[in-house]
């Protein structure tokens, strides 16, 4: 619950940044009545509809279980923090890689239509099919979430039967201790002398 509530407040402090100091500006939307405004919401509104920090948080929580709780029954010494972050890192990095090569091949189709074009913009030819565009982002990052989500779901369901099992574990250990009792000692607490 602590690492996905840190995930949380990084990923509010990260979409506040990224949209309302580093993008959606009037400057780089071209909205000169909103400001930009508008773009800012449906952008901070997208960022919000993929939590990949909490997933990722989620994931990692997984591995620091079986670090900390689970370390008599797996070989803890054996899981590092590289264990710990790497399926986190890999869903995030995946993630990222998405919007990046989306941005650059949206880059790179305006600047071959304008040096093509010598720096003209025809409204009714642009570069690339926005519609085709988005929807490869769309699926694609879907895809990356829903791969998370399977392998957390799948990784927590295994990790729950092992906790249940080390509980059934502990709890058999206690009540074969409780029920010791010290043939010094009576049945009402007082030390019976020999």
Known sequence: TGMISVAVGLACAENFMY?????GSQANSGDTQSGGVIEEWIVLLFRS????????????SINVIRKYVECDTDNSHRIGVGRIILPAVVMHGTFDA??????IYIENSWDVYLEKNGGNFDPNNPPY??????????????????????WYFRQNRIQSHRLSVLEAKEKAAKEATA???NPRVGRGGEVEII
Request: net charge positive; no cysteine; glycine share 4%.
């Open 179 to 181: 029920s010791y009792r």
């Open 19 to 23: 949209v309302f100091l580093l993008g």
């Open 98 to 103: 998405v919007l990046l090569a989306v941005n």
């Open 129 to 150: 099919n926005p519609l085709v565009v988005n929807l490869v982002a769309w699926i694609s990052i879907i895809a990356v979430m829903i791969s998370g989500l399977l």
């Open 49 to 60: 509809l993929f939590p990949v920090h909490a997933l990722a948080a989620a994931m990692q």
